[in-house]
Each structure stands twice: as structure tokens, then as C-alpha cells.
């Protein structure tokens, strides 16, 4: 089956301490991307990479890193969260060309930052 | 930059009643349209989309239709379904040669009572 799938779904952490959201997509696409869900903002892209080893910023950067050193997975890392990093993020993959804006989604993952 | 506003929800209707959901883009240049839709618990689906004006989109039994003059792109169906509960969002991409980005709206949570 098809899918995008994150780790974890849920999680509740303080602040400071480093942690890692892993993405795996097993449709062999070249475009990979992190938004995050705010409440009243909708989506927001936080980054995105167009192939392994090409990553950029997307809108809201600041606090995140990522990695693409295979192509089926993006994990998304927070080196020291903060509560305004409280959210919801979901990874989304799609092929990375034409750039149809087609993208697949995974679950999400709940993310809380005390 | 380029931006989506969608009409504020919730969005409350009775099974079988006719459905609007407004949406209205900024954008320098020529966007593709999408809506994506977020039934509870799960990440985005793709619903429909439009490249061009005056194309219209259909899904599931959802319309939009690209209009250019009134830079909308407004989702309706007929008739809607319990199970058509979820939040709705509306989003554009524009190419510009360096990565695509899809901006999103805010979403529109609709709820559909028997």
C-alpha cells in the first residue's frame, strides 16, 4: 500500500531535550516536505526537499532542521524544542517532477512541548 | 506573496443540504488551484484541482471552478453526507523554477448533522 508514514504520532516532551520525527514514504518520489498545523493558519511549509541531498526552507525554518540522505526518508529534527514549537506536523511526499502539487500525506504527528 | 483566504467555520448543515465553501487567492502569476480535504484523525487528501481558468475541478461530487476574474475558486456540492464532515482546505501552487510551494488557506471545518 502506498503511504507516507511518521513517528511519532503523539508525543509530549520539555524543552530543550532533542527529538526526531521520522518520515518514510515507499513511493520512491523525489519531493519530500514538512508542514506544520496551527490553528487558524492552516498549513504552514517548514521544509522541503526536491531529491536526496537537496533540501531548502520553506516559510517558518527557525528551531528545525532536516536530513535527506535516502531518498524515502525525511526526519524532521527539533535540537531544542520550545513550547511555540507545540503543534501538529505532517510530512508529505509527491513526485518531484512535473510539480503538480499533488502530495501525499501522512497521519501526523502531535507534537507538545511543556 | 502569494496567499488563499477561506471562510471562517465551522460550517454547520443538515444531511442532504447544498454546500459553499468560499475561497479567494493573491498571487503574482498564474497558480494551479487544489482543494485538499482532512477527515478526523488522518492527514490531507488531495480532492481536486484546476490549472487553468475556467477549468473546473470535480471529486466525490464537489465542484470548484477556476475563476480568473474574481481570482476564486469557491467549493460546492449538491447534496452532502454525514461522512462528508472534515475540514476543508483550499491552496495554490505557482512554479517558479526553484521548488514548488503550496500555500494554504486556513481550512473550513464542516460538519454535516443527520
Known amino acids: 500500500e502506498a503511504q507516507v508514514t511518521q513517528n511519532p504520532r503523539y508525543l509530549i516532551t520539555v524543552t530543550g531535550k532533542k527529538l526526531t520525527v521520522t518520515c518514510s514514504q515507499n513511493?520512491?518520489?523525489?519531493?519530500m516536505s514538512w508542514y506544520r498545523q496551527d490553528p487558524g493558519l492552516g498549513l504552514r511549509q517548514i521544509y522541503y526537499s526536491m531529491n536526496v541531498e537537496v533540501t531548502d526552507k520553506g516559510d517558518v525554518p527557525e528551531g528545525y532542521k532536516v536530513s535527506r540522505k535516502e531518498k524515502r526518508n525525511f526526519p524532521l529534527i527539533l535540537e531544542s524544542p520550545s513550547p511555540n514549537q507545540t503543534s501538529l506536523y505532517f510530512c508529505a511526499s509527491s513526485l518531484g517532477s512535473p510539480y503538480t502539487g499533488e502530495l501525499f500525506f501522512g497521519e501526523g504527528s502531535r507534537l507538545t512541548v511543556l | 506573496g502569494d496567499s488563499v483566504t477561506q471562510m471562517e467555520g465551522p460550517v454547520t448543515l443538515s444531511e442532504e443540504a447544498f454546500l459553499t465553501i468560499n475561497c479567494t487567492y493573491t498571487?503574482?502569476?498564474?497558480?494551479?488551484l487544489f482543494w485538499y480535504v482532512q477527515y478526523p484523525g488522518e492527514g490531507l487528501q488531495l480532492l481536486l484541482k484546476?490549472?487553468?481558468?475556467?477549468d473546473k475541478g470535480s471529486n466525490k461530487g464537489f465542484e470548484a471552478t477556476y475563476r480568473k476574474e474574481t481570482t476564486s475558486f469557491h467549493l460546492e456540492k449538491g447534496s452532502v453526507q454525514v461522512s462528508d464532515s472534515a475540514v476543508y482546505f483550499c491552496?495554490?501552487?505557482?512554479?517558479?523554477?526553484?521548488?514548488?510551494?503550496?500555500?494554504f488557506g486556513g481550512g473550513t471545518r464542516l460538519m454535516v448533522k443527520p
Open positions: 513511493m520512491n518520489h523525489e519531493y
Open positions: 498571487a503574482t502569476g498564474y497558480p494551479s
Open positions: 491552496a495554490l501552487m505557482i512554479y517558479r523554477g526553484a521548488g514548488n510551494m503550496l500555500t
Open positions: 484546476a490549472t487553468k481558468a475556467d
